[in-house]
């Protein structure tokens, strides 16, 4: 295609009013319009009710998770926000519990049972079955130690002073009557709910 | 295409595109930021990231417990601190959750040079479309409130949504829900200033003469609201202006200069074509090029 010199410089002049017609706002403004908000994006999420792991106030919270609960899909955690209908929070959240989805994806959050052995300097991973083994280990051996059976005036009394077991704030009123009941049929005394921390 | 008359706006930036008007009788939404019930705990700010997946960068401790220091591209909403003496020598820790006003006469949308990358929905929200933003920073001048900041990383603006996503499909806000004290409430505009009214009486009978409800008429109202204890002198709440209202030379650029450049511009237009069509273009005639050629053999050494 021969474009003459005069032409070049039309097609260039016309170029530029056209541009500058669009720039000041008469370009396209329907198409411009196209505004839709972001997609809602929990509509289908898997919604999970929980109680917020932070404190003692145990507020109600609704966990959504990625898909509908289809078998092939592994519901990671996409959002968290208040339980409207728990009567403890109605709905709203600390900044703590607000902040609940970063605890879930923490890297440094404890997802795994870790052994420090005596005098080594580090953690090292172990299964559920070792830790909880060398817990009863533990217990056991400190109670057949310390166990106090009767008291100096001869009444029988069960106590056992030496270990202790703070309880979670987060149970429901089953979790913490069977949680009680395993404490104190231990004989054990100094015992705690984080409720009071 | 979308279908534009289902977007329920009242007006796009940069645009003469008329919005649909037949459905009028949208619920106007508001959210009421009571400040004598806020106790500064930020739920509402790490809700608003956690809504609107935002997290900024760690910053470094400014001396306040206003934290981040500013509004940015990551933070949307942020309680702002100040220690303000009274007249009476003591002591008053105001504590003002700062972010979007969402004006019903936004300073932003009227200096936005870009089609479509402000709207304002027929709910009140004032929301910014990023596809359409080109990041030139009007918005930012345009704010009576201070409130967009344009991001580095992508050169484009972010404010507060009001989360229209969540009002969209009739939820409140995210910070509105977290609040544990009640004091960020979400409703219609209409219950939100009777319920205020009754917070304000309330104040007024704790001592609090001055209180009122911060509802700015310089631009047509807002729909984020405050209570304030001390409505006389709302600067006292990190710098929240008194009267706010649209830049003057925004007015000027889009109410005078724009039009006035836009006649220039057709005025020229027209002009020309007139010419073309009276005079015609501008021939080059035989005599002309042998001028030319004589003109040229004369001078010829001189230019050397």
Redesign the interface.
Known sequence: MEISRRGFIKITGAGL?AS??G???????????????????L?AAAETRNTCTYCSVACGILIYGLGDRAKNARPGVL????D?DHPV?R?????????L??VVHSPGRLTQPRYRAPGSAEFKPVSWDFALNRIATLMKEDRDKNFIAKNKDGATVNRWLTTGMLAASASSNETALVTWKVARSLGMVVFDNQARV | ??D?QS?D?IR?S????TPPAARNHEVEVAKLIDVSRCIG???????C???NNL?GDVGTFQGSYTNPADLGPHTWTLMRFTEHENATGDLEWLIRKDGCMHCADPGCLEAC?A??AI?Q?ANGIV?F?S??CIGCGYCVKGCPFNIPRISAADSKSYKC?LC???V??G?EP?CV????T?AILFGSKTDMRSWAGERVEDLKGRGFEKAGLYDPPGVGGTHVMYVLPHADTPSIYAGLPGNPAISVFVDVWKGVL?PL??AG?AVT?VAGFLHWVITGTNEVEENDDRSAADFIKNHEGVAK
Request: aromatic letters at 6%; one cysteine or more; glycine letters at 12%.
């Open positions: 009013a500058s017609l720039a000041l706002g008469f370009g396209g403004a329907g198409e411009a319009v196209a505004a839709l908000v972001r997609p809602y994006k509509t959002h968290i926000e208040g409207p929070n709905g709203t959240l600390c900044p703590k519990g607000s902040g989805l970063d | 295409m979308t534009l977007q706006f796009i940069a645009s003469t595109t705990c930020k739920a509402c700010q790490a809700a990231m956690e809504w997290r040079p089609p479509g709207v929905y929301d479309v596809q359409n949504t229209s996503d969540r969209s499909v939820m995210a829900k977290a609040c544990p009640g724009k450049a836009l511009l237009a």
